[in-house]
Structures are given as structure tokens and as C-alpha cells.
């Protein structure tokens, strides 16, 4: 009956994960070949894969103040009803390593999320699901709006109705990882939040490449010495906390602005039930 009511378990999900690693690298590296470019394709463009980086390790300048983009998650989680946290991450579990650590799972929104199966983790309250974000945030990791074909295959739910909140490290990540081998195709796999845009101070650039290094996309080139941040950018803000002379800046419009950018990129690609307060 539990089987029937809910998705697989915690043990089950894992030996998926095990085998689809392989699998998920080697479709990054083939990217770049003609033909299976093609096929490729599909499984990292929309409507099957969505992902959103929304940078909550790092402080932002915005008009009138300071602005943590962990604020516009806060808002997120409470105009959400549903929401699941799962115990572990499953890339660091499977990768066996505890730096960051394994117990920052991600959390899943929406209706789908009782169709989890219980070992996974627990539907927690708004302000469990606000801690866990600031826990995920302290500890250094990336926040990804994920709306990805792989979750519901391995979750057995609806598309639609899940939404994934992830919070990813830069070596562990299966999303992250092998990013700057991937073709053209892929350019588009990760999207920017609209409204957030990042810029290079010129005079301040003392072109040491520890930027290019840091960039899980290869977004960034040394033009004439300098650092150039491309189109392909994906505003995780790795970058700026890499620069040893804060020549990198992020910056956003406001904090009204990024929420309403976050809605719409959400209502595009989900029906997860949003209230906009
Ligand atoms: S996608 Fe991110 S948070 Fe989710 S399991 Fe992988 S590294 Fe962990
Ligand atoms: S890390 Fe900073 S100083 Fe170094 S190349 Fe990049 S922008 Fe310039
Ligand atoms: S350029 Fe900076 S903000 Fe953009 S994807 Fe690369 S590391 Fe992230």
C-alpha cells in the first residue's frame, strides 16, 4: 500500500542516482559532438530542465540598502504551503563526502511532495523550512530553483505540481558539475534571475584569472587582461566571493523586483501554487 500512496524510497532513489551519474556526466561531455548534441538537447532545455541560481551565500547592493537574495527565498517559503525537506543530499552522500555537509538536503514545494515517500525526509512548517535555508546559506551552498525532469522520474510525481529548492556546492553538484565541458546546446540550461545582473569594474581587475577558475559555466574570458562575464552567466555570484579585489559586483533592482522576477520564472515552467503576499 505504501509503495502504491507514495514514490520509492530513500534506498531505491539512491541506487538510481548511482546508476544515472555516469550517465548524466557523459551526456554533459557529449554535448559537444555533432549528432548526439541533438539528442542530448532535450533532457537540459525547457520545459524538462529549468534551473535558476539565486546566490543566498552572498550579500547584494540594491538601491536603498543591503540586500541578503536569501530575503526573497524567506518570501518564497511563505507563499508556499507544501513544503518537504529531504535529510540528505543525495550528490554528497553519493559522492561520500561531508564538506559541505550531507544532512543539507534539498526541499522540495508543491502538491507532489505527498507523494514522497517518508524516508526521504518530512514536510516541515514555513519557519523549519526558513532555518534550513539560512543553515544551507551559512554553509557556504548555492540555492537552485530546480524544475527538472530527472525529480519526478526518481520521486514518481507530477511535473507540474514539484518544484526543487537545492542547495548545491560547486564539486558535488550532478547539476553543477561538468558544466564547462558541455557544448553550445547547453548554454541555456541555467537562466539568470531577471532583474539580477552582474559587472566587471575594469580599474579594479587585476587579472588573475581566479574568476574564470571559479566559474562553474566557463561564463567568464580574459579580454586584454581583463575579466569579461558572458552572456551564458547564470548569476550564482561564485565569482564575486572569489575576487580578490571585489572587482565583481552583483547587483539587483530591489528586493520587489527579484521576488516578482522569481514568480514569474516559477509560473512559467510550474503550477506550483504560489500566494503573492
Ligand atoms: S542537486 Fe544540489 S542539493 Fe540536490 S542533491 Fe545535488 S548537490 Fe545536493
Ligand atoms: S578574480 Fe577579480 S581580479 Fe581576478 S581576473 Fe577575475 S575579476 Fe579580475
Ligand atoms: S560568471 Fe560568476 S555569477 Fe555568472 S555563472 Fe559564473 S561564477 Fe556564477
Redesign the pocket.
Known sequence: MMFIDHGPGKSIVRAAVRLSWPIMTAAKRLSNVPFFKWLIRPFFMRPYNELTSIPIQVKVDSPDSVVLPRRILERLLTDVDDIFV?D??????HNRTDIPPQN???MALGPAIHRIHPSHGRMVSTDEAIRHMHRAAEAG?IA?I?HVWIDPVAFWTRFRDLM?I????DR?????TYMKSRGPTLDKAYRRLPGMNLSVDAGKCLGCGSCTESCFLAAISMVEGKARIGESCAGCARCVETCPSGAITLTFEGEEALYKGLLMRIREISELPVRDT
Open positions: 529531504l540528505e543530499c543525495i550528490c554528497r552522500t543539507i538536503g534539498c551552498l537552485n530546480a526543487f537545492c542547495f548545491c556546492d558535488n553538484c550532478l547539476y553543477r
